[in-house]
Nanobody, 119 residues
Framework: QVQLVESGGGLAQPGGSLTLSCAASGSIGSVNTMGWYRQAPGKQRELVASITSGGMTNYVDSVKGRFTISRDNGENTVYLQMNSLKPEDTAVYYC?????????????WGQGTQVTVSS
């Protein structure tokens, strides 16, 4: 069984920074793409950023140039550095990990961490 533990959310002022981390543990096999999603009240969950096992990254347009996703393959951990935060970044952020175990592709979600951007 795979567990994802997220940390780093909280309150930030507009223009401020936060760093989210998500550590995967358990019988995770081979980890493929890792990513961060977010869901604001009344809105659908959206992909914020993703990173492949080879380091290729993808970002939603609204965070390009402000957020940076990275990963530590040895620790099965993914990070999201968020700079120049805006009130519209307020949401619950979810970590997502895709992996292969026992010849099957699987996906796991974190419990979510609240990010609030407000003065």
């Amino acid at each position: 069984q795979v567990q994802l533990v997220e940390s780093g959310g909280g309150l930030a002022q507009p223009g401020g920074s936060l760093t989210l981390s998500c550590a995967a543990s358990g019988s995770i096999g081979s980890v493929n793409t890792m990513g961060w999603y977010r869901q604001a009240p009344g809105k659908q969950r959206e992909l914020v950023a993703s990173i492949t096992s080879g380091g290729m990254t993808n970002y939603v347009d609204s965070v390009k140039g402000r957020f940076t996703i990275s990963r530590d393959n040895g620790e099965n951990t993914v990070y999201l550095q968020m700079n120049s935060l805006k009130p519209e970044d307020t949401a619950v952020y979810y970590c997502n990990v895709n992996y292969k175990l026992l010849f099957r592709f699987r996906t796991e979600w974190g419990q979510g961490t609240q990010v609030t951007v407000s003065s």
